[in-house]
């Protein structure tokens, strides 16, 4: 069962990131501030949640939390200042778009580069561990799946409606037959190496 606060003396924003590792589209972040009583018995971190679990859970988030928000950064923007930074930009950018202070932020992973003025504590699979850094999880990545589900329209031989842009054989294969598209992150290691 997850935690549902760190602390309990001033709101907390959970903070989370989805498609780090992928080819192509960008990276999204989110937070989300949750109410003191919030509870929901199939919130999970949104990797261990079947893609039907998480919609369903996007919609009672995006319900109840305090404050959401969604933010994103773009591949030429990854490329220019590397994916760990644009991970980070997107957070803040989510962060930003909070109508609630939260008083401390918990970060998904072990590192972070601070908010101004808002304190933060890291934490290793920790949308494994709470509430709020899971229900990040599930808004980062179900906004995530919709962005490349929509691209995939446009760009339908890279698999993205399957794929989501992951570094997958098939979207390696599409890659060296047809080439990178503007969605593409040039910075990464697109065919693998051997």
């Not at 989370?16 to 992928?22: L, P, S, V, Y």
């Not at 939260?102 to 580069?113: E, S, V």
């Amino acid at each position: 069962m997850l935690n549902a606060f760190f602390q309990t003396q001033v709101p907390e924003a959970g903070c989370d990131e989805a498609g780090r590792g992928c080819l192509a589209g960008p990276v999204f972040a989110a937070a989300v501030i949750l109410p003191f009583d919030f509870y929901d018995p199939i919130l999970n971190d949104s990797k261990q949640l079947k893609e039907k679990d998480r919609y369903l859970l996007r919609d009672v988030i995006r319900e109840k939390a305090i404050a959401w928000a969604v933010a994103s950064v773009d591949a030429p923007e990854i490329d220019r200042i590397n994916i760990l930074q644009a991970s980070f930009k997107a957070m803040h950018l989510a962060i930003d778009e909070l109508q609630t202070n939260p008083g401390l932020l918990l970060i998904d992973g072990n590192r972070f580069k601070a908010y101004p003025f808002i304190p933060h504590q890291t934490i290793i699979q920790g949308d494994a561990l709470y509430a709020s850094i899971a229900a990040a999880s599930i808004l980062a990545k179900t906004y995530r799946d919709d962005f490349m589900l929509e691209q995939h329209k446009g760009y339908p031989n890279y698999g993205w409606d399957q794929n989501k842009g992951y570094p997958t054989a098939a979207h390696r294969e599409a890659i060296r037959k047809h080439g990178l598209t503007p969605l593409h992150r040039r910075s990464f290691k697109w065919v693998k190496a051997g």
